[in-house]
Structure formats: structure tokens, C-alpha cells
């Protein structure tokens, strides 16, 4: 710690800081552009200036940019000095020269940094009386709204897309007094992580363009905390409300899962929520009105569950509590795992290789600290993006720390730390059947069969321990592990990272035994397996039998009624086996939110509430439990969480009057008795009857406005609000207006800090963890002690065939997902389907790119555009997974080349 004296008063801070740094985490408020806490500095703005003096005696000082200036011990500094003052409003002056007058219509919406810096600053009069500089706007794609004039030339939002997320279509053109930051021409941004820029852009000039389609100001949302439901990472977000409809979604900070960023697909995938083709009504199918209200569907639903076997189909989009809540309605015998028993086999070897407290799972922040990476099989750019951002923070991070090494530059200088840097990049080997963006930041790339892929992780673990068999592989491949179990020895938090999107359970075995080897007390070695689904893991966890055993059952006995829980089964399973299961069940029940092909086969649908909609826990990747809030009641009483719609129907069938009214912690206290395994997650956080000094907390700001005006249609008297008895969270903008637990933040706000850089008020430190965070319950225990048990059954080399591929999915960021493609600007980024098999294959059979190819999947044809790709191995063939209206495929399985048209 260092003592610096700001204004003559004494203050101890953490050496490495800069004085901007420093001033904010003691709470003293300094106007700031270009600098950002995932970003470092640059000092571009001129806007955080102090004045700092030589000691105590100094009285002329000299005016520095606090955000390039470190901190030494019995630093003098000054924020309040006139000088410093009269610059920082001088310098916003000029800033806002060129800005348009435009606050009441900017999509900023009142979360506006510039609009807070310069309150901050003291400046309120405009006195630039001259034309202002204007650009031409330029269309970025279905996601984002570029609005050039409103740019302060901060810098940040190129720094962001280049240097941080490593985008390489937007870029700053000058000449002359002119600054433009766009792309060389429109078009829709590369860059998965593009939506990051509506809050690093510290102005109007990156904006939602999905919340512009239904605009609200950000103070007019009701807001509540959530989790991304769109892949296993469970990004921490924030939603927001207005009218009855979802409006946005923006980050909300967790310093240990996805910091400050989220994914495109994260970020702008949550319109499902408003989607026309919502479930709204329980349907009872084959009556003159089908559409029925609750009393109708309950006495129905009473008759097929009386005399007769009932089942259950979980989920892995389903929550913790509607899963546990229909295994207690079922019996755990009788409760199925909507997903094919090859994924329950594979998710059931990572659930066993977690539980057995080997290796620590890897978080995000673990990711981003380490200092040597393999990737094993899984292509996460596209199955869990800000899991792949998080590698190349670590790839950059190390690469820098190996430049800082014995100098006495600081880490917070990025400029000159890039400068030093160059091309140099720290340790990854991306090892995946196909092309990744990954690969241009790899030290190692090894494109593979998943088989091939799997000897090579067992021949690094042989390197690494003795105990794993010597595997013969060709001299390329046997250099490559070389060069990565070298590399990986070397490391001191080394994290080995794979998953399921390959469909092959010797992946899974492979990464835990390198992570095992490695687990030396030299090394802090972390392993993360990457999930198909927000809630695979919590589903995996439950041990249950796969679908196909529920498929095996139903064709053997009679007078099954079977309920499907919030699961496309056409999605998980070929169709053949769904519709087997259909016409073998003699009464089927659905709940779900929106209709597809699963709910078309219902006798009796019931809908189900979304993420938005109620309240929830999912397990993410790691086992880590998070709860996800209701941020609306829905205007239609018919829309319900599952699992509550599964507690009625557990009444009725007891015929007994509840004691007691459920809340998601009672689920969670019932999934710990029905599964010891679960242990410890009834407490992941505060229970619906928390209160602060006897408060809820509200989920509208102070300024909320139109409570009385919304409804005035229907009555002019302002209605009494909504009572939400499930959480601590009121539905007014009245409550404790404090500080929060970190999983109950609705949204960041202080007094002057309008707009998300409010976090930094949230924070220990800028940039640090939350005060007093509690970032999830983690359900895998980590035991020190113990022999580490091998996996020695090593599968045999890919063998090539004639008129043969092996199937694999690729996975998109937009499309694969299935919720996600239910909103417009993702559907419109969307690919087409497609047949990707390699240069090699293609030209034994004269095709080129575009030609049509037909090939045969257990008995079922499909005509496919090839798409050619010298990267990918002789005998294997990729066809993109989920997209809609594609079929759900058997993976790693042989299929048939029938005919080709060129």
C-alpha cells in the first residue's frame, strides 16, 4: 500500500494504480473518457486532469492526466485545485463543440456517461455558436445503430473492437480536424462481441438497435437482475421492461463470471420473450375450444394423471426448479432426460470427472489469468463466445506480463505496453475439427477428427504422467503434443478447456487426465467443459436415464401419460425416435413458451413463463447455481413458471390442500432432499423474504416515470402494484434505495453516475470484484486430497471411408441457439444450411462450392450446398446444428453419400 495525499487529506491505496483509478475507489469523483477498466489508458481524452505537486511545500504544482499517472508514495495531488477544475471544463467545452443538441431524442435514453461527466464538470452553457461538424451514419447491421455525430473521439470503442475483442472491420479514419470511427464501407460488424460497444461508447454514437425498434428511456425500464439462458457461461444481465414487453438487456458485472462484456447473442437474443408465436392460453386439443382457462386445464389434467403411469421429460432450458418440481410430481424413477442417450452419456462423464474433486473448474476470470491454454475439441467461438473472449484476454494478458517482466512500466498503460507486445502472444493450442477465429492467436493448431483429437489430449497426459499410455501417432502430431504438454508444463495456471459439441466421450476423458497430471502443487491448473444448454449441467446432474430408455418404456407399456418439460425434443433427438415416443404415449402434456414441433403433438398445452417472466436457478459450466428474477408479471395470468404450474398439478394429484405457499427456495430445499448431489444450492442467494432495514428493494429507479399514465386507458387512478411474493424485489420504485447484495443489483445507479459506469461505485476497486460479492454457489467441491485415478481406454485412430463421412454439427453463434433465433436481428445473421467437408473430399467427387450433395442419415435423405474447407479432416463432414427448420441429427455417426449435382 502507498499514502498519497488528496487535497491534504491522507489516503493508503494499492500500489500499480493510476491516480484515476485511485480517486474513484475512494469514492471522489473525476471526470473520465477514454479510460475504461477493462481497457486501461491512453490518455486521449484530457478530460481526468489533477494537478499534482512535488511535496507539501510545492504551491504551483502541475496539471497531469490522472489516468497516466502512477501512483508513488506521498504523492501530493489536487482534484479541487481551480486550475484543474477550469481545465477539465475547458477541455469538455471543446468536446462538446461538435455535439449535437439531441439529448431528448438520443437513444442513450438518459444513461449517458457524457451527460454525466459534463454535470460533473460544471458546464451548462453552450457558447459555440458556429456550424458544427457533421458525418455521414453508417448502416452496422440488424444489432447496432451508429449515430457518428455524437462522437467525443474517446477512442474506446476502437480500442474495445480491435484491441480487445479482436475485431478487425471497425477502425478510426482521419484527416485533418476530421475523426470518423465506422467500417471502410456499411455492412454488418464481424464481430460476435460487437454489442459491447452501446455501453463502452461513452456517448450516443453506438446504440441498441433493438431497443431503437421500441424505444424507452433507460429510467422508464423496470429492471431485475438475470442470467443469459442463451449457453452454459450464464452471463450475469440485467433485463428491462416496459409496456409488458422485454425492451434490452445489458451486462450486469461479475468479476467472476463475464465482467464487463457479454455476447451478441446474449445481448440481443431475448425477443423470443415478445415473440407472436408465444404460448398464451392452455389448449386441450381435439375439443370445439380448445383454448381453456386454469380451472379447465386442472380438472383435465387431474383425468390423465389418474389410472394412469405418469413420466416426465426435464430440460436443460428449464430451471432447477421446474425440473426438481416435476421428478418430485413423477418420482425420480420416472423422471427422463429430454436429450439423446449419447449427449447423457457424455454430460454424465463430465458430471462424474467434476463431482469426483480432482481438478477446480475454471471460471471465466481463471480463464482470462492463465498464463498456458489448451482447447480441446470444442469449438467455443461458437458454442460459448464470451468463454472464447475471456481466451484471448488470457492469450494477450500473458503475453504482456512476459513484456513487463524486470520492467518498471505499469500494466495500466496500454499504449505502451501494445507497443512493447507487438505480434508476441502468450500460450494457446486451439485443437478443434475445424477453422476457428481462435487459431490466428494460437501458438499450437491442430485440426482433427474427434477421435484423432482424443489420442492427441492422451499423448500430452502421457508427457505429462506416466500412467497414461504411450499413444503412436504420425511425427506431426506427435511434435504438436510435444510442443503443448512442454508448454503446459511450464505454465503456473494452465487451464485445459473441452465439452460435448463433438459428441465423444474420449474428449472428456483426454482434458481430465492433462488437467490431472498437470495438478502439481507448481501448477494452479483449472478444467472447464463447455455445455450444450444454460442448464445442461443442472439437468446432467440429476443422473436420470435418457430419453431413448423413456422411448424404450412407453413402446412397452400402456397408459403412459407423459409430461414434456419446456423441451423441443425434434431439437435433441432425430424425428423418428420423437415420433415413436408420440404415438406411444396414450396422453401427452406440454409446458412450454413458444410453439414448435414438440408442442404440436401436445393433447394438452400449458404455457409456461420465460426467463423474464419468472423467477428461477440455473447451474452453469462450472456448477455454479445463479438465480435469475422476474421482471414482469405478464398481463396474462395463464403465463406461469413451470414449476408452478407442476405444484398445482402435484395438489390435485394428492388431492390435497397445500400447506404451504411454494417459493423457489422450497424447490431448491426439496431438489437438496430428492438429490444430495445438490447440496448447498437452496442457499445460492438471499430468499424471497429478504429485506434491508425492513425494505424490499425496487426494481424502477427514483425517476421512473408514468406509473398512472401506462394505464391511464383503462382507468385514470394509479392501480396498486403488483405484489411479487417470490423475491425481495417490488415491482414500484419505492424501497431501500442503498446498496444491495450483489445478486440482487437491479441495476447500477448513483447520485451523478447515470449510466453503467455507475459499476464503478459497486466495486471494491475499479475493475475488481463487487462489494461484498457472492458470484453464485459453486455444487463441485474441490478435494486436495486423494490419488488421481487415470483414464487409460484410449479409442482407436479415425480411419477415412469410402463414400463416407463421419457427421459432426457446427455450431454458429447466430442460429445454433435455439431461443435466441426467435429474435429478428439474429434470425437475419443466421446461415443458411449447408454440407462443409474438405478440399480433398470434394475434389474426389468434382465438387466445388455450391454444388448439391445428397446424403443419406439412417434411411433419411438430405440435399445440401457444399461448402469447402482445406482445414477440415479427409472424412468428416459438418453440418451447421439447430439452425431452424434443420432436424436434429444423429452426430458422430456415418452418412451416406447418395448422388452429387454440380
Known amino acids: 500500500m502507498s499514502t498519497i495525499y488528496i487535497d491534504n487529506k491522507q489516503y493508503n491505496v494499492k500500489e500499480g494504480k493510476n491516480l484515476l483509478e485511485a480517486c474513484l475507489g475512494l469514492g471522489i469523483d473525476l471526470p473520465y473518457f477514454c479510460w475504461h477498466p477493462a481497457l486501461g489508458s491512453v490518455g486521449a481524452c484530457r478530460q481526468c486532469a489533477v494537478k499534482v505537486f512535488k511535496d507539501e511545500n510545492d504551491t504551483r504544482g502541475r496539471l497531469v492526466m490522472s489516468c497516466m499517472e502512477n501512483i508513488k508514495d506521498g504523492l501530493h495531488l489536487s482534484v479541487a485545485d481551480k486550475t484543474a477544475k477550469a481545465f477539465r471544463s475547458q477541455v469538455i467545452e471543446w468536446l462538446m463543440t461538435n455535439h449535437p443538441h439531441d439529448c431528448p431524442v438520443c437513444d442513450e435514453g438518459g444513461s449517458c456517461h457524457l451527460q454525466d461527466m459534463t454535470v460533473m464538470t460544471g458546464h451548462d452553457y453552450r457558447r459555440f455558436h458556429y456550424k458544427k461538424r457533421t458525418y455521414t451514419n453508417q448502416y452496422l447491421g440488424p444489432l447496432i445503430h451508429h449515430e457518428m455525430n455524437r462522437c467525443i473521439q474517446c477512442y474506446r470503442c476502437v480500442r474495445y473492437y480491435h484491441d480487445y475483442a479482436g475485431g478487425k472491420d471497425l477502425n478510426v479514419f482521419s484527416a485533418h480536424n476530421h475523426v470518423y470511427f465506422g467500417r471502410e464501407k456499411d455492412g454488418v460488424l464481424e464481430s460476435p462481441f460487437s454489442g459491447n460497444l452501446v455501453e463502452v461508447c461513452p456517448t450516443g454514437v453506438f446504440t441498441d438497435k433493438t431497443l431503437r425498434e421500441h424505444y424507452t428511456r433507460k429510467w422508464d425500464l423496470t429492471t431485475a437482475p438475470s442470467v443469459c439462458n442463451h449457453c452454459s457461461v450464464g452471463c450475469n444481465t440485467i433485463a428491462g421492461e416496459r409496456y409488458g414487453q422485454l425492451r434490452c438487456i445489458t451486462n450486469r458485472f461479475n468479476s467472476e463470471v463475464n465482467g464487463y462484456f457479454l455476447c451478441d447473442r446474449g445481448r440481443f437474443g431475448y425477443e423470443f420473450v415478445n415473440s407472436a408465436n408465444r404460448i398464451t392460453q392452455p389448449i386441450i386439443r381435439n375439443r370445439a375450444v380448445e383454448a381453456v382457462d386454469e380451472v379447465v386445464v386442472m380438472d383435465h389434467l387431474k383425468q390423465l394423471m389418474n389410472n394412469h403411469t405418469v413420466i416426465g421429460i426435464g430440460s436443460a432450458r428449464a430451471s432447477v426448479e421446474s425440473n426438481a418440481a416435476l421428478m418430485q410430481l413423477v418420482g425420480k424413477e420416472n423422471f427422463y432426460q429430454g436429450i439423446s442417450d449419447s449427449l447423457r452419456f457424455i454430460q454424465k462423464r463430465i458430471v462424474e470427472v467434476m463431482q469426483s474433486g480432482k481438478v477446480q473448474p475454471a471460471s471465466l476470470q481463471d480463464i482470462q489469468q492463465a498464463d498456458a491454454i489448451l482447447v480441446l475439441g470444442e469449438d467455443i467461438w461458437n458454442t460459448a463466445p464470451v468463454m472464447a473472449l475471456a481466451v484471448r484476454q488470457g492469450v494477450m494478458k500473458t503475453a504482456a506480463h512476459h513484456v513487463l517482466e524486470n520492467r518498471e512500466l505499469p500494466g495500466w498503460h496500454d499504449a505502451a505496453v501494445r507497443e512493447l507486445v507487438q505480434q508476441e502472444k502468450g500460450f494457446l493450442a486451439n485443437c478443434t475439427i475445424a477453422a476457428s477465429p481462435l487459431d490466428e492467436l494460437s501458438s499450437s493448431t491442430v485440426h482433427l477428427a474427434p477421435d484423432d483429437l482424443a489420442r492427441l489430449g492422451f499423448a500430452i497426459a502421457g508427457r505429462l504422467h506416466t500412467s497414461v499410455p504411450v499413444v503412436q501417432l504420425d511425427s506431426n502430431t506427435q511434435n504438436q503434443a510435444a510442443i503443448i504438454a512442454a508448454a503446459l508444463q511450464q505454465a503456473k495456471r494452465p487451464v485445459i478447456i473441452s465439452g460435448a459439441g463433438c459428441y465423444n466421450e474420449a474428449l472428456i476423458r483426454a482434458a481430465f487426465d492433462i488437467a490431472v497430471a498437470l495438478n502439481t502443487p507448481e501448477h494452479e491448473v483449472r478444467l472447464a467443459y463447455v455445455m450444450p444448454e444454460c442448464n445442461s449441467m443442472g439437468l446432467a446432474m440429476t443422473q436420470s436415464a435418457g430419453f431413448e430408455n423413456a422411448v424404450l418404456r412407453t413402446t412397452r407399456e400402456e397408459n403412459i401419460t ?70 414482469y408479471m405478464p398481463a396474462n395470468k395463464n403465463i406461469r413458471e413451470s414449476w408452478k404450474w407442476l405444484q398445482k398439478m402435484e395438489e390435485i394429484r394428492t388431492a390435497q390442500t397445500a400447506e404451504q405457499v411454494y417459493h423457489p427456495e422450497d424447490l431448491l430445499v426439496m431438489c437438496e432432499r430428492l438429490m444430495p448431489q445438490f447440496a448447498g444450492i437452496a442457499g445460492a442467494v438471499p430468499h424471497h423474504d429478504f429485506r434491508i432495514n425492513g425494505q424490499a428493494l425496487p426494481r424502477a429507479p427514483h425517476r421512473y416515470s408514468g406509473r398512472t399514465a401506462i394505464l391511464a386507458n383503462l382507468a385514470v387512478s394509479e392501480p396498486k402494484p403488483k405484489q411479487d411474493n417470490d423475491s425481495p424485489f417490488t415491482f414500484t420504485m419505492e424501497g431501500y434505495s442503498g446498496m444491495p447484495p450483489s445478486p440482487l443489483i437491479p441495476f447500477f445507479w448513483r447520485p451523478g453516475w447515470n449510466s453503467i459506469q455507475a459499476v464503478n461505485k459497486y466495486q471494491q476497486e475499479p475493475g475488481g470484484a463487487l462489494r461484498n460479492e457472492q458470484a453464485g454457489t459453486l455444487l463441485f467441491e474441490y478435494k486436495r486430497d486423494g490419488e488421481a485415478v487415470y483414464f487409460k481406454d484410449i479409442p482407436e485412430a479415425f480411419m477415412v471411408r469410402k463414400d463416407k463421412w463421419l457427421l459432426f454439427p457446427q455450431y454458429h453463434v447466430f442460429g445454433s441457439e435455439e431461443l435466441s433465433a426467435y429474435s429478428k436481428g439474429v434470425g437475419e445473421l443466421s446461415p443458411e444450411p449447408y454440407l462443409a467437408i474438405s478440399s480433398r473430399d470434394a475434389d474426389q467427387l468434382g465438387l466445388v462450392d455450391g454444388s448439391l450433395v445428397t446424403i443419406k442419415v439412417f434411411e433419411q435423405a438430405y440435399e445440401l450446398p457444399v461448402a469447402t474447407n482445406m482445414l477440415i479432416p479427409n472424412g468428416v463432414a459438418l453440418m451447421p446444428a439447430g439452425l431452424q427448420g434443420m432436424p436434429a441429427m444423429n452426430w458422430n455417426a456415418w452418412v451416406q453419400v447418395m448422388s452429387v449435382k454440380l
Open 562 to 631: 407423459a409430461i414434456v418439460l419446456e423441451n423441443d425434443l425434434y431439437r435433441n433427438v432425430p424425428a423418428h425416435i420423437a415420433d415413436l415416443f408420440f404415438n406411444s404415449v396414450q396422453h401427452c402434456i406440454v409446458f412450454d413458451s413458444l410453439n414448435n414441433a414438440t408442442t404440436q403433438n401436445a393433447d394438452v398445452l400449458v404455457p409456461a413463463a420465460t426467463f423474464a417472466e419468472g423467477d428461477g436457478t440455473l447451474v452453469n459450466y462450472e456448477g455454479r447455481a445463479q438465480r435469475f428474477y422476474q421482471v
